[in-house]
């Protein structure tokens, strides 16, 4: 049996359904079961959360992997997690990580790497997936595309290779169920792009003109705190911008095509795909100039 955290994320809802479909037991570890009932309803269901130890024993019993997602920078649950995990005899680690994690200086990276080495130090199997940008961050827009027609960005001109929800899973799901030799999965899209230009192809996928205007890195910060995330992890994002702005990352990488066979997702089919989306796109629909 699999343990998916994070089952009702961009990532780790595609983990479950794509272990279900290839026919494999999971159990979810939620604080809500009834926020995701078509996953719940194929699934076991282990209700509890990363701030309540007590739920980990009954979540990780007859588990033989588990995808893990970060858990910010509080490490205590997250110690405690991987210490039960090894003492319920949980195999493997499937650890959704960041491309970030190469470079330690950025507060990202040294946050995951330091998730990283507590999966490697236990004695487990580790597998860390390192995605760079999701392109599902365009679910972030909806708010501005919607009241104003526009799309704020902290990048400027810099291009970096978004990837699909859909291909870190595909890559996830093999990690968890074969014996794949690699314990880094760097995953990316295989096209370089940046915001402006996937806002234009945005916009002609959903049939509205859409602005893009440039942000300063302070008022990115204050934009992301406002709506919800912490200020220290808002500012840490913005300092990953800055390299993507200045040109310093910039990779791309053929692992989802090595593990899976296919190629990764384009943006303009991730953005048709989820045009309608009930959850997320069918608002950009809404209110056209």
């Known amino acids: 049996m699999y343990l998916v955290t994070g089952a009702t994320g961009n990532v780790g809802s595609k983990i479950a359904e794509g272990l279900l479909n290839h026919g494999k037991q999971v159990r979810l570890f939620l604080r809500n079961p009834e926020k995701y009932q078509p996953l719940v309803t194929r699934s076991e269901v282990s209700v509890g959360d990363f701030t309540k130890q007590e739920t980990f024993k009954s979540a990780l019993e007859g588990i033989k992997a588990v995808f893990l997602m970060n858990r910010g920078p509080d490490q205590n649950g997250f110690v405690k997690f991987v210490d039960t995990a090894r003492e319920s005899g949980v195999e493997k680690i499937v650890f959704l990580s960041t491309l970030a994690a190469a470079d330690p200086s950025l507060t990202i990276g040294k946050m995951h ?55 870190i899973a595909a890559v996830g799901v093999r990690a968890l169920t074969e014996e794949l030799t690699e314990e880094v999965f760097n995953i990316s899209g295989d096209e370089l792009t ?56 910039a990779p791309t990488f053929d692992t989802v095509e090595k593990v899976t066979g296919r190629k990764p997702i384009a943006f303009r089919t991730w953005a048709k795909q989820n045009e309608r989306s009930e959850e997320h796109t069918s608002e950009l629909q809404s209110h056209h100039d």
């Open 194 to 249: 940046t915001v402006t230009e996937q806002v234009g192809i945005l916009s002609n996928v959903i049939g509205r003109r859409l602005e893009c205007i440039d942000l300063s890195e302070e008022e990115a910060v204050q934009a992301m705190a406002k709506g919800g995330l912490p200020q220290f992890l808002a500012a840490a994002v913005v300092e990953s911008f800055r390299d993507i702005r200045q040109g310093r990352t």
């Open 113 to 167: 790497k330091q998730q990283e080495d507590i999966i490697r130090e236990s004695g487990m199997t580790a597998k860390l997936l390192r995605p760079g940008g999701f392109m599902s961050n365009a679910f972030g827009w909806i708010g501005s595309i919607r009241a104003e027609g526009r799309v704020y960005n902290a990048m400027g001109t810099g291009r970096f290779a978004p990837v699909a929800p859909a291909d």
